[in-house]
């Protein structure tokens, strides 16, 4: 099983629509937990960090479920630039080793 | 943005060449790290550093040889590389304590 796995995309959504991303670990030991974006020959950028009571910024929500090692992004309201692949990274405690899944590739249409 | 910078952004090498990637970041972390990201497949890690010692190196073949001289910067040095190691390597730093990552702009290597 590989150690962090996501949905295998690509999603295709119309403005304004609003799309899910989830994402597993098999690691129970992760504790830090992180949603990036990557445009096309960019490097990554950091979305948001997943906290274990959920968080928000904007149209973007994050959830963490530990118990079923499951993460999702939310994303409402979708815009054009919104266009990217959204990276799932775990870490485990006192990890210095930040664990990339193979990300979801969003494209949102006019 | 220039909290990490990454020269060069391309390069294009034979196989009996040697070069070497260099890192550098301003954001006063003390972890820095080497990635690859080849087409279709999640970004790797090479490579990490934390306070200028190595702490994990995933099986990286011994023609890439990384190098830390200080908590700013970080080199990988290539030689006699594969077409298959054509790639972006990504360089990133952290601060140690599960905080995130930023990343450079990458390098694309291309090795003919």
Known sequence: RKEVEQDPGPFNVPEGATVAFNCTYSNSASQSFFWYRQDCRKEPKLLMSVYSSGNEDGRFTAQLNRASQYISLLIRDSKLSDSATYLCVVMAAGGQNFVFGPGTRLSVLP | ?112
């Open chain 2, 1 to 112: 943005e220039t909290g990490v910078t990454q020269t060069p952004r391309h390069l294009v090498m034979g196989m009996t060449n040697k070069k070497s990637l260099k890192c550098e970041q301003h954001l006063g972390h003390n972890a820095m790290y080497w990635y690859k990201q080849s087409a279709k497949k999640p970004l790797e890690l090479m490579f990490v550093y934390s306070l200028e010692e190595r702490v994990e190196n995933n099986s990286v073949p011994s023609r890439f040889s990384p190098e830390c001289p200080n908590s700013s910067h970080l080199f990988l040095h290539l030689h006699t590389l594969q077409p298959e190691d054509s790639a972006l390597y990504l360089c990133a730093s952290s601060q140690t304590g599960n905080t995130e990552a930023f990343f450079g702009q990458g390098t694309r290597l291309t090795v003919v």
